[in-house]
């Protein structure tokens, strides 16, 4: 079983087991669009409390499926279990004005894009942040183009991860944790 396998039966495994066995069997047949879908709604009705970092994956799986914008405020509704959990931590809110990219990367990569800080490390400061295009009409793009790891009070960003690569990006933001 690979990582995101494992990573699908933890997050069913959070709900009782009838609605449990409906999520895998969503990942089995290749629907995780509507499992996501599915967990989050599950959640929410079952009253399941959960982590700051289980939501935290929870938004970076379904980033990587697509679903974030649909599934974002649901799981901001989903019940936390322990407020002071020191881990990553959904900091993104509707409204939040996004960063210029040329203020925040070295080179050219994020220069036409607009960085979004998205999950912060508790512990450290550290922020992963989503770097977009904007689109014509002045929404930002569906998809991310990079996600970018801040360092607080640092004008460059510490790490660049490509459009595919969320869970490398929230990963990297965890194994880098310099508690100060």
Do not use: K
């Not at 929870?58 to 405020?73: F, N, S, Y």
């Amino acid at each position: 079983m690979n990582d995101e396998a494992a990573r699908w039966r933890r997050f069913a495994a959070l709900l009782p087991p009838a609605r449990a066995a409906e999520i895998v069997d969503c990942w089995d047949i290749g629907e995780q669009e509507a499992g996501l879908d599915m967990l989050v709604a599950g959640l929410l009705e079952h009253h399941v409390p959960i982590s700051e970092t289980v939501r935290a994956e929870i938004a970076v799986t379904a980033e990587a499926w697509g679903m974030r914008t649909a599934l974002a405020p649901g799981l901001a509704r989903c019940l936390g279990d322990h407020p002071d959990d020191p881990g990553p931590r959904l900091i993104e809110h509707a409204g939040t004005v996004p960063l210029a990219g040329s203020s925040v990367g070295t080179g050219t990569a994020l220069t036409d894009l607009l960085v979004v800080p998205w999950i912060a490390c508790t512990r450290c400061g550290r922020v992963l942040a989503r770097a977009h295009a904007q689109e014509p009409w002045g929404d930002l793009s569906y998809r991310a183009r990079h996600y970018v790891l801040l360092v607080p009070g640092r004008s460059t960003s510490t790490g660049l991860f490509a459009s595919d690569s969320a869970w490398e990006a929230l990963t990297e933001l965890r194994m880098s944790c310099v508690v100060p």
